[in-house]
């Protein structure tokens, strides 16, 4: 790796005052902190269904997910849920509108991932450039298709039907989670 700074070759050494081995600039002194990305998602939801899109795009095409992506520099995580949401559904809604769900730590993935939630508002979701399919779909639906996710993570995205089926998702303080894959 080549420092973005002056453009000196870098190497693995601890900075002072820190414990981690990171990319570090011997001529200049940058150091490059590696730090975990932030995904954002949002379930939509109308009754005992959630909205599902078809993947588009690598990684995973063609499996199932709940609309989410990554978090960009300037946006609140809010703002970029909200816009996970349209540019995947075509379903617009502001950031008051959301509620959150859940913070999922992915450490074996250098993951955090933040989830919101709110109802349907209307039916006005479509097909998008990164979604072949967006639909409703129930826990029996969901369960004949592949999904996008590790299966460690699988169940904990289809708990949220228990909710769903006790009237639906209610605001309460989120739960904050650590998963790590067994075998690592």
């Not at 998602?41 to 909205?51: N, Q, S, T, V």
């Not at 990164?130 to 289809?158: D, F, H, K, N, T």
């Amino acid at each position: 790796m080549y420092c973005p700074t002056c453009g000196n070759k870098t190497r693995e050494a601890i900075p002072l005052g820190d414990s981690i081995p990171r990319s570090t600039c011997l001529k200049c002194g940058y150091v490059h902190y590696e730090n975990p990305k932030i995904i954002v998602a949002c379930i939509i939801y109308e009754g005992e269904k959630a909205l599902w899109i078809k993947r588009a795009h690598e990684p995973d095409t063609g499996s199932w997910a709940i609309p989410a992506g990554f978090m960009e520099r300037g946006e609140t995580v809010q703002e970029a849920a909200c816009r996970e949401l349209q540019e995947e559904t075509g379903v617009t809604l502001q950031a008051k509108e959301i509620k959150l769900y859940s913070v999922l730590s992915l450490p074996d993935l250098d993951q955090v991932y933040i989830t919101y939630s709110a109802p349907l508002r209307s039916h006005e979701f479509h097909v998008t450039e990164e979604a072949l399919e967006v639909r409703l779909l129930s826990q029996s639906e969901v369960a004949g298709y592949e999904l996008a996710y590790p299966a460690e993570m699988e169940q904990m995205i289809l708990s949220l039907y228990s909710e769903l089926e006790s009237g639906g998702i209610q605001t309460k303080t989120p739960s904050s989670l650590e998963l790590r894959w067994e075998n690592q």
